[in-house]
Structures are given as structure tokens and as C-alpha cells.
């Protein structure tokens, strides 16, 4: 056998072995979240922790973030290595219809299997920052359902937006394209950094989401806590996001979405996260929880205190635009500076000259 074709047989069965791999750890989580969600305790504090309403615990909100971690693993698995591979000439020559992960297992269903199929061909254009053509995706899902496209393609998009806070939109209706656009007008449409990758957009969206509900300051033990759940660790290099420590003080920081401050008369020095002002400027309260309703699989009422500050945020926000709006119609409206009145001398009657009747 060739060495080409062995190389490519490895490589599909690394794939397999992973895949399998990342369902034994779903399967693990689900039941380790819900042990956890039943024995827990409600929070003390709703002003720190609020959980969802049909738990009444805090541990649910952590079990979504862990089975979030598994959506992340397992598909961004299927379409990419690392950051640092995507930019090499392998990837440069691959064809989105020659990757082995768009292939359905025998004896599934095959219209359940279609949106995560689709899903993992989206991250993979993304990825290698190609057009997403609606005559390429009915080739993934095959012709016999593109009744059921529109559906498929929903699940898909909702998929990848709870995962990576990336939106699917049609950029050119003529040629029935898409791409994916990120919530945030983070660099390279979200991958911070130059070339190939993905979108380090939710990242930002759950930590933005965790400092808004540590009371819009988070200690940087909780937020490292708080990743963990998802499998990101500071130190250790992750495949999408790269050195975490590095994207969250460094680059994010850098970029005005985060701000990094030591907590003040702190010995030894402890720091805490707040929003950049970029952040405060692309986003709002509002939407970063309904970013987190939709994790969640909820509405962003079930988060009642939260809920009601993000409504009071809403508030402020519309009334300053109006304050600035009418300063500006006013500015506009003013009348300009009238004329002075008498800018010539008043004439003295002595100095009248009337005209003279002639004498015939």
C-alpha cells in the first residue's frame, strides 16, 4: 500500500478512536451532571450564582458549561487540529469533500445525523475561510433532503452559535452564499489573530457573561474556575483558543474587550476581570444573556435578577441615545446669531438734505 494511503488510514482511524473517545465522555458528563443536580443545594447568593428554574440549583448552570465542553471537543475535533495546523500546506490542498469526518455511520438516522454533519462542514469553511455555497451544502446533506434543507440548516447554524457565538448569514443572495460572522467585531471576524482558525467569540461571550453575573467584576480565580468547566485551563494550550492565559490578559485586554486590574491593597496581588469598553460599545447586558438563555436552553427571564438589570441596562442605554440625539437637533435647530440692529449711526435731522423745489 502506499505510503500516501497509509498515512490517510491512520489518520481517519486517529479520528474514529476520538470520536468514540468524546461520546464515552459525553455519555460520562450527562450522567455526572445530573447526579450533581440533584444533590446540590441551592445558592446562597443569587446575586453571584443564579440558576436555571427547573433545577433550582447552581450545579445546572455548570453541567451546561461542561456539556458545552463536550460540543466543543467533539466537533471542533472532527474539523481541525490546532490553530497552528491550519496553515499548513496539507490544509492548503485538502477539499471539504475529500475530510472523512462527513461520513454517516451505519444504522443511524440519518436526518438526525444531517445538522451535526452540516455543522462540522460550516466550522470547516470557516476554518479555511471559504464560501459557504448553498449548492455545497445540499451536497453534505445529500439532494434527497433539500425539502427538509431549511431545517437542517437551522439546527446546524443554532449549533455552532451557542458554541462559538458566531452568526450564519447570507452575504450574497445571488450566488446563495453564506458565512459565519462573529458576534463581536473581534479581529480576522473573530480569531483574534491572523490566518486560518476559529472563532474565539464565545469564549469572550461566556466570560463577558460571567463578570456580568459576579456583579460586573469577577475575581480571576472564579473565571479560571469557571473556564475549567469548559475544559480551558490556563497553562495549557487549547486547540482553538491557543495559550488561554495569553488570549484573556494579554490580547483581550489589548483590544479593549477586557479589563485586567489588580484588586486594590491586594497582598500578595490578586486581579479581577471587568468589560473593556469595546465590549460596553458592541454589546450589551441584554444581549450576553440572551447569548447565555440560549446555552442553556432557556429565555433570558429565567434569570430574573439578572433579567432585570439587563432590562434596566437596556433603559439607560436608550435614554442617553435620545439625550444625545436631541443635543444634536438642537445644535441643529438653533438659529444663527442675528444681525445687531443699528450697525450704522443714527443720521442727526440736521444732516437730512431734502431735495430742493426749482423755481420756474
Not at 189 to 200: F, I, Y
Request: charged fraction near 30%; glycine fraction near 4%; include cysteine.
Amino acid at each position: 500500500m502506499p505510503r500516501r494511503q497509509k498515512n490517510k488510514l491512520r489518520a481517519s482511524e486517529k479520528r474514529c478512536r476520538a470520536r468514540a473517545e468524546a461520546q464515552g465522555e459525553g455519555a460520562q458528563a450527562t450522567v455526572a451532571v445530573e447526579e450533581e443536580s440533584t444533590s446540590s443545594s441551592p445558592p446562597q447568593s443569587e446575586d453571584t450564582t443564579q440558576s436555571l428554574p427547573p433545577a433550582g440549583s447552581s450545579s445546572t448552570f455548570q453541567g451546561r458549561r461542561r456539556a458545552q465542553a463536550i460540543t466543543i471537543t467533539s466537533t471542533a475535533n472532527m474539523c481541525t487540529r490546532s490553530d497552528e495546523d491550519s496553515n499548513s500546506q496539507d490544509e492548503d490542498r485538502a477539499s471539504p469533500f475529500e475530510v472523512p469526518y462527513y461520513t454517516e455511520s451505519a444504522g443511524e438516522d440519518s436526518l438526525i445525523r444531517k445538522p451535526g454533519l452540516l455543522e462540522q462542514f460550516l466550522l470547516y469553511k470557516y476554518k479555511m475561510k471559504q464560501p459557504i455555497l448553498k449548492e455545497d451544502m445540499l451536497k453534505i446533506i445529500g439532494q434527497n433532503y433539500e425539502d427538509q434543507f431549511p431545517e437542517i440548516l437551522k439546527k446546524a447554524s443554532e449549533r455552532i452559535e451557542i458554541v462559538f457565538a458566531v452568526d450564519l448569514k447570507e452575504i450574497d443572495s445571488t450566488k446563495q452564499s453564506y458565512d459565519l460572522i462573529s458576534k463581536l467585531k473581534l479581529p480576522n471576524n473573530g480569531r483574534v489573530r491572523a490566518g486560518r482558525g476559529l472563532p474565539k467569540t464565545g469564549l469572550l461571550m461566556n466570560i463577558l457573561g460571567m463578570i456580568f453575573m459576579k456583579g460586573n467584576c469577577a475575581a480571576e480565580e472564579d473565571i479560571w474556575k469557571f473556564l475549567g468547566m469548559m475544559r480551558v485551563y490556563a497553562g495549557r494550550k487549547h486547540f482553538i483558543y491557543g495559550e488561554p492565559r495569553k488570549l484573556i490578559t494579554k490580547d483581550l485586554v489589548r483590544l479593549e474587550y477586557l479589563e485586567y486590574r489588580q484588586v486594590a491593597n491586594s497582598d500578595p496581588p490578586r486581579y479581577e476581570f471587568l468589560w473593556g469598553p469595546k465590549a460596553q460599545a458592541e454589546t450589551s447586558k441584554m444581549k450576553v444573556l440572551e447569548f447565555l438563555a440560549k446555552v442553556n436552553d432557556t429565555i433570558p427571564s429565567a434569570f430574573p435578577s439578572y433579567y432585570e438589570e439587563a432590562l434596566k441596562d437596556e433603559e439607560k442605554k436608550v435614554q442617553t441615545k435620545a439625550m444625545v440625539r436631541a443635543g444634536n437637533i438642537a445644535k441643529v435647530l438653533v438659529p444663527s446669531r442675528p444681525m445687531p440692529q443699528n450697525i450704522f449711526p443714527p443720521l442727526v435731522k440736521s444732516e437730512v438734505c431734502y431735495p430742493q423745489d426749482k423755481k420756474t
